[in-house]
């Protein structure tokens, strides 16, 4: 995009403005926040400026306005300073405002959206002279306004947050300074295989937490109570156990709870000695400090998922103490996901992370493939 004469054309850029509402109103406005160089660029450019997006999984036959985007086009003139023309009907033709920006309703309430409807691509691709891809979050989806769109513009880019995104991690994965960490949190090992075995083939250190944590001790011959785990993926997580080339730190003592609850009291034991009905919500103090010590190491740390329940406070410290090793670190420090980013907010260490991912599966795909479908259709 920063190469393209933009001046006069109708440029239409599909960012991920995914953030939270409550009550019809945007609670975190992240997103918007990291999409406003883009739309100043193109303003700058003197470029007619179309913005897309899709916001949460609306279903195309039971809409209710509950997942529109107006809300986001009232923020996003707040921050911009200038209009926001909100289209509802955009597919129809787009009615530019001379001054400001337009943004379109929600990409999704469209039923050819995740199904990369061919006509659908064409009409959305129909609407500009020129397609910019700057949605990272959604990168890792073939859908109409994320790959379909590209294929039939008349010029297509991408945008500048989604190279710096792509830049960013593969200054963490591409020859990275060592030592390398990469602490991999979330509940399934299922879901995230691919990516641990990719991080155990360059990384000095793998971190896991959570239920993929407790799938792991499984596999160490540890009694893990009534923790999520997943039984089956043991032989998987014993593979990388014994790998000779990474070092896979586990808990050797965590928070417990009889059950899952807010209300829950935390109780802190050693690994050896889970009860049959206890529930593995959290690494313990020890295990806090292991981990903080291979932080302290790191030339270079890559961090997506907590490790413990986060949203409960008894079950917090593990990921707290972990995040704040992390913010100290003086090497290259990558965040991505949802709710990684969200304890880093939460922790108040954003400006001490040397940088944070707006994407979460597409941050996953993107380390473990090396590349994305976008960037295999551009050419990048």
Excluded at 161 to 186: F, Q, R
Aim: proline share 4%; net charge negative; charged share 20%.
């Amino acid at each position: 995009m920063e190469t393209l004469d933009l001046h006069g054309k109708r440029t239409m850029i599909r960012l991920d403005l995914n953030v939270p509402l409550k009550n019809g109103a945007v609670i975190s406005d992240a997103r918007i926040m990291a999409s406003l160089p883009t739309i100043q660029m193109a303003l700058d450019k003197g470029a007619n400026v179309i913005l897309l997006s899709h916001l949460g999984r609306p279903d195309p036959e039971k809409l209710d306005g509950s997942f529109s985007l107006e809300p986001v086009a009232e923020r996003l003139q707040e921050i911009l300073g200038i209009r926001v023309s909100f289209q509802s009907n955009w597919l129809e033709g787009i009615d530019h405002p001379s001054d400001g920006v337009t943004l379109c309703e929600n990409v999704r309430y469209h039923s050819g959206e995740k199904k990369n409807d061919k006509s659908l691509s064409q009409k959305i691709a129909g609407l500009c002279d020129v397609y910019v891809m700057d949605a990272f979050g959604a990168s890792h989806r073939k859908h109409s306004s994320t790959y379909g769109a590209l294929q039939y513009a008349k010029e297509r880019c991408i945008g500048p947050l989604l190279s710096n995104e792509v830049n960013s991690i593969k200054k963490a994965i591409d020859g990275p300074k060592s030592p390398v960490t990469a602490i991999i949190g979330g509940a399934k090992v299922s879901s995230k295989l691919g990516v641990i075995e990719k991080f155990s083939s360059f990384c000095d250190h793998v971190i896991v937490g959570g239920g993929i944590a407790n799938t792991f001790l499984l596999a160490s011959g540890k009694e893990v109570g009534a923790s999520l785990a997943e039984p089956e993926m043991v032989d998987a997580a014993k593979n990388i156990l014994q790998m000779d080339n990474v070092n896979v730190p586990l808990p050797v003592d965590v928070r417990v709870a009889k059950e899952f609850s807010g209300e829950a009291v935390a109780t802190i034991k050693s690994i050896d000695d889970i009860e049959k009905d206890e529930l593995i919500l959290d690494i313990g103090p020890q295990t806090a400090e292991a981990y903080c010590n291979i932080i302290n190491e790191t030339s270079t740390t890559i961090w997506n998922g907590p490790l413990g329940v986060f949203e409960f406070k008894a079950f917090s410290e593990g990921t707290a103490a972990l995040g704040h090793a992390v913010s100290e670190n003086q090497g290259f420090t990558i965040v991505g996901g949802g709710d990684t980013v969200a304890v880093v907010e939460a922790l108040g260490i954003t400006k001490k992370i040397s940088y944070i991912s707006t994407g979460g599966g597409a941050f996953l795909d993107f380390v473990q493939n090396g590349s994305l479908p976008i960037l295999d259709l551009l050419g990048e």
